[in-house]
């Protein structure tokens, strides 16, 4: 069933004025610590995007994506020193590099992983993560270890720093905003929500599970992947309890599900709450910890209240509305009639 139009009109209506403020942004902002507080927003617009494709539209949940994240980052540095690139604009476009090496290790790692599922699955997931870190700690001639790994210093400075990384960090937002929207629409989504809804009869049906499953697998890998190349380049320094670290994955989960699980937009959403506000309480009581309190309180109001995420709830209350103004007073007034002819009183 389809919307009503004037809900389709407001989608696209917010869809617009969104792209068009994300676009202005850096124009009409000159402080150099509200753009940083959208790269980083638009980040995790980016990886909770990347991340659904994975954990909202098959249903298997990773909690180790962080792995991924940290490998591109890597993987961007070692390329960059290797190939000798310069710093500027030229390094954006080896950025899909750190992509094809994330996947050939998504590849490796779904493989094996993705036979198993539920908790499981999560476990496995968790398990990769350290190991990834682990590696990094270790591998001192490859990654630095401890001491961490350099990338060129960018040569941009003041407050124009941040700038080609908030439109580096929004392409990569917007393409993975794009593949999430192309795959729910086709016949492979199609695919993947019924893995989601009940594997067994997806397979009895000749869906093959794994076969998609590790597509969806790499994918959501491979965008996490080239979106933290891009945040090793801004940082220019990283180090493997940083770049890889659990929380970064524990905030994809979070903010899909308080946006919505499985749907386009909530992860979006959810980026847009929760990045801010943990940026603003880690500038401000980053010493005591306490936004590590508010994730978990927040994780709590989702579980308790919000089960189904903003966008689903939302959705189910405008649906209502329609349903109430289609009926309208006439159809109002005849179910009426019609039940005092039954002799039944009307309500």
Known sequence: MRSPSWIRAAKWAALVLVLAVALLFPAFESDPATVNIAVF?????GLATAWNIMGGYTGYVSL???AF???????????????????????????????????????????????TRAATFVIVTIAMMFMVQLLAENLVGLTGGGSGLSFPVPPWTGDFFDTPFYYAMLVMAVVSLLLSWW????????????????????????????????TAFVISAGLVGMIGAVYGYYVTYIYPQYAIDPLVGISLVLM?????????????????????????????????????????????????????GIIPSVGDLLKRIAARRAVGPSDTASTSDAHTVAGVPSP
């Open 183 to 214: 795959i729910r629409r086709s016949k492979f989504g199609l695919g993947l929500l019924a893995i989601r809804d009940d594997e067994d009869k997806a397979l009895a049906v000749g869906v093959p599970a794994h076969a998609y499953k590790l």
């Open 256 to 308: 899909v599900f308080l946006g919505g699980l499985g749907t386009l937009w909530g992860p979006v959403l959810g980026a847009v709450i929760l990045e801010p506000a943990q940026l603003w309480l880690a500038y401000n009581f980053g010493a005591s910890l306490l936004y590590l309190v508010f994730y978990a309180a927040v994780f709590l109001v989702v579980i308790l209240l919000l089960p189904r």
């Open 64 to 66: 180790g994506h962080a």
């Open 41 to 45: 927003t638009v980040m995790y617009v």
């Open 69 to 115: 994240f940290g490998f591109g980052a890597y993987a961007f540095g070692l390329v960059l020193a290797h190939l000798g690139i310069q710093a500027g604009y030229e390094p954006f476009l080896f950025v899909p590099i750190a992509g094809v090496l994330t996947v050939v290790l998504a590849l490796v790692i779904g493989w094996i992983a993705l036979r």
